[in-house]
């Protein structure tokens, strides 16, 4: 359903300005690696990242920065315009940094180690962020942000206590040992920066940030999330919405309404996703949205888009300008916990290209081309649709897309990548099937992929055949009955051609 720039990952809005993602380790606690393609997000007002520390460091052995231990901690002031750092021995050293805290006052971390041409050069540190409370547990921590741009670790939380925290700054090769980080002799410069940002919520009526006010249980105590506009007004910032579940079954209302300028290229997206993941290893949530719908606010009978995000879930939906819509975020069953937060975001975006040819490409003898190629991060060549699966008494609606192979060399796969029900949408059990450019399948072990409500639809590096009729592949898309209680039936799919992967 949303713009996807490489395969496999998707541009989200974060709240700093180079916000980004991972890196070469997966330990399970960051986000997954991937290059950024050329998004369209706006990120929060809140711009706060300082340029790469130059390094003065020579690696030659251990440094004595002072602060290596909870009993040497360094204090951390407010809103700081970044303290400098030096991880030195790189897969050993270990700062501490103090601040004294507010139950419920949402915090932003941020470190900055690599350049601004390479923020996933493996020669700079991979930080990570530990957050640890006055008796030194953890109770939140960041090795990469999620949309794969960088490996700067950021971490954006909500303190459970009144008290004092320990901020824990390292590189992935001293945090996790063994788990495949960056080659740690790479490393020539061993500095970075550190700022640490209390927010503050609703400053404005037309404010990015927004916290919760209770009551908000149904649609006439709905919290407004509005839009912000960037400094050039040529987009609007991301919108944070931070809430928490006062009781088991706490439901939280919002609404939205997306504005009608400026104009966006193909249709008005609205995007919906929870900063996390939750727990110690995550964000420092004691609990996972267990749903999230969103409603025409005209009519309440029917969700127009459901998820939900604890399958890794989030919404990315065409909504009509001007229109209000009221979200649900409802939490799972059980017992509340020591600090049940959630951070909602909310952004307004562009579509992919739209299906144009709905009455022809229903066939593979009449399939729909003219998509619009674009580079991807993996050094190839996408393309990207956003369709729609028509209801229909008579038939099921099947989609055929023509995707040439102009700019293809020989060795290059296909990998496709669709997603619907993940992203809110009405369509149950979408498929998409590589075939021949004639129209014949080709394998439907290798060249096909179903989407599930835990998975996503992936077809992963498809051979292409030996000279393809028309120099073309088809990819056809259908799906099985819809959802009864959402009434969208959009999907988003991107087909991108990648060359074998570097040795």
């Not at 809430?243 to 439901?251: C, L, N």
């Not at 609990?287 to 399958?311: C, R």
Request: charged share 20%; with cysteine.
């Amino acid at each position: 359903m949303r713009s996807m720039h490489f395969l496999g990952f998707f541009v989200l809005g974060t709240i700093a300005a180079t916000a980004a993602g991972c890196g070469g380790d997966d330990d399970g606690s960051g986000g997954a690696g991937g290059e950024g393609g050329a998004g369209s997000t706006a990120t929060s007002s809140v711009t706060t990242t300082t340029g790469p520390v130059t390094s003065t460091s020579t690696g030659s052995g251990n440094v004595d920065d002072g602060n290596d231990s909870i009993d040497e901690a360094e204090e951390i002031p407010a809103g700081n315009n970044g303290l400098e750092g030096t991880l030195e021995p790189i897969e050993e050293d270990a700062d501490y940094f103090s601040f004294t805290g507010t139950k419920g006052l949402p915090v932003y971390l941020i470190t900055d180690a690599k350049p601004e041409d390479g923020e996933r050069d493996p020669t700079y540190p991979d930080t990570v962020i530990t957050l640890l409370d006055a008796d030194g547990n953890q109770i939140a921590q960041n090795d990469d942000p999620a949309d794969g741009f960088t490996n700067d670790s950021e971490l954006l939380t909500v303190l459970p206590a009144d008290g004092e925290y320990f901020i824990v700054i390292q590189d992935c090769n001293a945090a996790f040992p063994g788990a495949g980080c960056f080659d740690p002799t790479e490393v020539v410069s061993f500095d970075y920066s550190l700022r640490f940002l209390p927010l503050d919520l609703g400053a404005s009526e037309t404010d990015s940030l927004v916290g919760e006010t209770e009551p908000n249980n149904d649609a006439e105590q709905a919290v407004a999330m509005p839009y912000e506009l960037t400094q050039d007004e040529s987009a609007y910032y991301t919108t944070f919405t931070f809430g928490d579940f006062a009781s088991e079954t706490d439901v939280d209302v919002y609404s939205f309404t997306p504005p009608a300028t400026p104009e966006v290229d193909n249709a008005l997206l609205a995007e919906l996703s929870f900063s996390g993941p939750s727990g110690p290893e995550g964000n420092g949530s004691t609990v996972d949205v267990s749903e999230v719908a969103v409603f025409n606010a005209t009519d309440l009978t029917s969700a127009y888009a459901k998820v939900d995000p604890s399958t890794g879930g989030d919404i990315a939906v065409p909504v009509e300008a001007g229109q209000e819509y009221l979200v649900f975020v409802k939490r799972p069953a059980g017992e509340v916990g020591k600090n049940d937060f959630y951070v909602l975001l909310n952004r307004r975006t562009s579509s992919d290209p739209l299906e144009a040819e709905e009455l022809t490409n229903g066939d593979v003898t009449t399939p729909e081309g003219g998509l619009v190629s674009f580079p991807n991060g993996g050094g190839g060549v996408s393309f990207a649709i956003e369709g729609k699966l028509a209801d229909s008494e008579e038939a099921a609606d099947v989609d055929v897309y023509e995707v040439p192979l102009d700019d293809v060399e020989q060795g290059w796969t296909i990998s496709v990548i669709c997603g619907a029900q993940r992203h809110g949408s009405g369509v149950r059990e979408l498929r998409a099937e590589v075939l021949n450019g004639d129209g014949t399948p080709i394998s439907a072990a290798t060249h096909s992929a179903t989407e599930t409500e835990e998975e996503d639809l992936l077809i992963d590096g498809a051979a292409i055949p030996e000279a393809p009729e028309g120099n073309r592949l088809l990819v056809k898309v259908s799906a099985g009955t819809p959802a009864t209680d959402v009434t969208s039936r959009g999907y988003n799919c991107l087909f991108a051609y990648l060359p074998p992967a570097a040795d």
